[in-house]
């Protein structure tokens, strides 16, 4: 019997178990970027208007570190500079959720104990899932190459644009096969995973931001960090531009060897470990833990911190690139307009400050989700059960989890605006006052997270089966209405959907109450809604 | 005043009826065994019994309240040992028991040491690192440290060694002698016999017998051999009477005990030269009530219905 012995067997059944999942990547993500092309093809239908984008983008450092560096003026390039990090950022983590799910997952629950009992060998396990996730991303490239020609780009590049992006999935299931070694969890190989792509956008948002303006202020080449990043390397490809398919060469190269690592360390590790020994607790508890509370602190905190950290380190560089924007805008009168139709605002530094609350605001949504959607997970693997045949009632026990999640969002959109105002008053003048300021509009973000908490608890009432995919749907949608609603043009009802389109865009404009007391109110409603369901139904169910 | 009474209950999930006019009664002070094949309702009952599902129909009272209107304040008077179970990956078994014992109200800290020690439990490990009977001990000294007057127990030692058998088994008549109630639900039958004063058991969510052992016994069939010395005839006419088959001039059956009396005044007539007679074992027990068929009447060929088929 080989190492590999059952491969097929397994990666059949990988198919089978995540064919809906699958199915949803494969198809949706290749329609989300036909959808996107398509509209910046509208948006920008002559050269004089992508000359100006393209500008703009170049010089931009906000746009460098988030969009990446633009290739040119082509239609493709502007195409690639709008849509590529979205899109990448989803080939990244869906393959990486996915690598987790069936190797270190399955070693969490037995039930890679029961199947490595069956005739499969050693690394089986882990290279049907890595063959099924490779494939899964080839094909959604595929498609999207394909949908990229149909919103009317030349078929060589969207097929080498397709590739980067393809690439960039590729590399990362690399990754996430190996960080499926490193934990004992698989949340904690999520979370290393995630924070692999994280430190791969710094690295690129950094490499990018220091590159030069070049061929006549149109593109920008990178500096070195971009080159360490797999999130870099797809822009490196310069698709539509320069078509560097060598390029590719580099995520096939990773995921080669990180496929090595896994299996050394497969091989040198026992079913169900990791590679740190599990440390021992105290024989009795603390007084502190002895309560819903004291519990739902114990089991939030390791995870609130690392939020803590990422929001500090983002939202002090944030801060401090703001005076860079300034100096940027100085310079550049051209952008200057574009910026200031755009944010809307009259002060175009207020309107990049508040621009980064609400991308903050967005991003600890993905907390409030993470942090409400452990009611599930204590749900279906039967903790909840014992915890509620005690003297503990449904009502005290969720409204705990509620208030542990709206206090860990107010904490972290504080902290964000916080260290945005103290990295901006740094190096523009009072930091002590900015920081109050830009802490005080970070919290008026938070009805919106509340709402984000009220959608999830909704879910977890009334549909909990569904409530995990279904919140995390919902936070993708209020994601790229916020991002893309612009782009795509939608019309402003669809927009309205989003709690955060509702968010007085602070300090950019004045704040108004009305909106902040509606979405409260709403958030309240849908508590109360899931509240009540969860009190009525079975558990678990 | 019973401690447990449950009534036709029903719950169905979707199509499928878990329960279907499911009886139960536990009484104050007794060890009430709860038996059934899988998926026969066992943990369905238990749940409901806790608030955690919703009935369907048909009536559950525990202490004379509603378990489901009333779940907080029964849950302080009972202590549960779920089936599977499953603890905070990263909390330490101590620190897992102390959270249970304060949730519940309340923890005899001398008992949890005590427990600690027969159960030979490290509370310093991650619950993430125990084995299945480990996390079960964590729930069972989760349990019998706290002072309540009902246990409720889902198959508590299907993860235990014989020797923490031993120990649970001399933990319950502890918690009996204090006077407390238990609901067992168990596949141990030596637990059973060892523990219990009466059973219920269970099948396709309804109660088919419910009594004590001894009663329970008396509703199995003896196996009779019986050598005559004039040809057997009118046994098929006796009440009570099944399974008869000759082999080498014996005749062998199964009786009913209500009619081993009248049996055995119809044998004497032909002139009895031999009988045994065996009294049915714990296990055909449960065999009958388990199986779709008595397995040794099916093999022997002799079950009436099926063998007339054929």
Redesign the interface.
Known sequence: MSALTGTGTLARLVLRRDRVRLAIWVLGAPLLGYALAQSVVSVYPDEPARLGYATTSASSLVARAFNGPIAGSDLGAVVVAETYITLALIFALLSTFAVVRHTRQNEETGRAELLGAAVVGRYALLTAALLVVVAANVAAAALLAAGLAGAGLPLAGSVVAAAAIGGVGVAFTGVAAVTAQLS??SRGANALAAAAVGVAFLLRAAGDVLGDQTDGGVRVESAWPSWLSPLGWGNQVRAYVDDRWWVLALPVALLLAAVAAAYALAERRDIGAGLVA????????AAG????AG?AW??QRGTLLGWAVGVAVLGFSMGIAGDEFNAMIEENPAAAEAIAAMGGGADLIDAYLAAMLGLFALTIGAYVVQAMLRVRGDES???L??????????GRWLGTQVAAAALGALALVLLAGLTTGLGYGLVAGDPVGRAVDLGGAALLRLPALLVVAGVVTALFGLLPRWSVVLSWAALLVFLLLGQLGAVLELPQAALNLSPYTHIPSVPAVEATALPLVVLTAVAVALLAAGAAAFR?????S | MPVIEIGNLVKTFGSVRALDGLDLRVEAGEVHGFLGPNGSGKSTTI?IL?????RDAGEARVFDADPWRD??AL??R?A?V?G????????????A????G????GLDRRRRDELLDHFDLD????C??YSKGNRQKV?IVAAFASNVELY?LDEPTSGLDPLMEAVFQDEVRRIKADGATVLLSSHVLAEVEALCDRVSIIREGRTVESGTLTELRHLTRTAVTVETARPLTGLEALPGVHAIREVDGRTHLEVEPAHLDELLGHLVRFGVRALTSTPPTLEELFLRHYGDERPAAEAAGVNGRRAGAR
């Open positions: 004992v969890t599990p440390r021992r607790g105290p024989a009795s508890a833990l002895l309560s819903p519990l114990r089991l693997d039967g903790v059960e014992a915890v509620l045949a005690t003297g503990v009632s449904r009525h139904r079975d558990v678990p | 749940r806790l608030g955690l599902l919703r779940a907080v849950h302080r009972l549960y779920p599977d179970v499953s603890l905070w990956p990263n909390l330490s078994g101590g620190e028991i102390d959270l249970f304060k949730l519940r109200g509370p310093t490990r991650k993430r690192t729930a409720v």
